[in-house]
């Protein structure tokens, strides 16, 4: 089975790529590309161990979704899942960007500012939340799951500010050593109406995929780590990449 030490040493080999080159991954889906041709590459006594599934479609109950990779142990044929989150922040205000890297076009790659953090976070708790549920679904031969996410923007690991306000999203903050609990109930904070004495619709504001409230179905720990600094770049509030990991 792929396992979370494998896990650990692709992603260390792919840091250290980066490190050498003082790079980025230059969107979720090269990242995703990356880490899948790193799998591929592991063996045992010179044969390959485990195979790859982009894109991987999965019923689970009425829905149906594609996981980012399913991996599969070819000497066991037990799955893994891996979800995968990248957003990047290029500067602290909307000025000019910050950061910009050579690519072999002998082109600069200017990453974009994602921004849209509320959205962020429900999408890596509703990655996880749902993984956990294919995991547990005895009709679906997979026995475990990772979401990792990676991302230079401290908006997601900073803690929480008294006083300020965080839109709709502040239950889905992913601050560093924050605790979920089975059972936690995570929804949107939706504004009264003044008009209508009713929670405002914000469905515009979201989008429909991200309407549905998220059970946490197991205890998890949020858990940041440094991941790599960009030499390149000078702005200490951009050049460092963190990684949070999670376990489904």
């Known amino acids: 089975m792929f396992t979370k030490d494998n896990l650990n040493d692709v992603l260390e080999i792919l840091k250290n790529d980066l490190i050498k080159e003082d790079s980025v991954f230059f969107s979720e889906a090269y990242?995703?590309?990356?880490?899948?041709?790193?799998?591929?590459?592991?063996?045992?006594?010179?044969?390959?161990?485990?195979?790859?599934?982009?894109?991987?479609?999965?019923?689970?109950?009425?829905?149906?979704?594609?996981?980012?990779?399913?991996?599969?142990?070819?000497?066991?044929?037990?799955?893994?899942?891996?979800?995968?989150?990248?957003?990047t922040l290029n500067t602290e205000a909307s000025s000019k960007a910050s950061l910009s890297i050579p690519t072999v076009l002998g082109q600069n790659f200017e990453p974009k500012s994602h921004m849209a953090h509320d959205l962020?976070?429900?999408?890596?708790?509703?990655?996880?939340?749902?993984?956990?549920?294919?995991?547990?679904?005895?009709?679906?031969?997979?026995?475990?799951?990772?979401?990792?996410?990676?991302?230079?923007?401290?908006?997601?690991?900073?803690?929480?500010?008294?006083?300020k306000t965080y839109k709709y999203g502040t239950n889905f903050h992913l601050f560093d050593d924050r605790k979920l609990k089975t059972g936690d109930k995570l929804d949107w904070e939706r504004p009264i109406d003044p008009k209508t004495g009713e929670p405002t619709d914000i469905t515009n504001s979201i989008g429909k995929g991200r309407t549905h409230l998220i059970v946490i179905n197991k205890d998890y720990e949020v858990n940041w780590e440094d991941y790599y600094h960009l030499k390149r770049c000078t702005n200490d509030k951009i050049n460092l990449f963190r990684i949070l990991k999670l376990e489904a």
């Not at 390959?48 to 979704?65: A, T, V, W």
């Open 31 to 87: 990242l995703q590309l990356l880490f899948a041709m790193e799998v591929l590459k592991i063996n045992e006594n010179g044969k390959p161990r485990f195979k790859c599934m982009p894109e991987y479609p999965i019923h689970l109950g009425s829905d149906k979704y594609e996981v980012d990779l399913l991996i599969q142990d070819l000497d066991t044929s037990e799955h893994t899942i891996l979800e995968f989150k990248y957003k």
């Open 120 to 163: 962020g976070r429900y999408d890596v708790l509703h990655d996880l939340v749902r993984t956990r549920k294919v995991i547990d679904d005895a009709s679906i031969n997979v026995q475990n799951g990772f979401v990792v996410f990676i991302t230079n923007d401290h908006n997601y690991w900073d803690t929480l500010k008294s006083g």
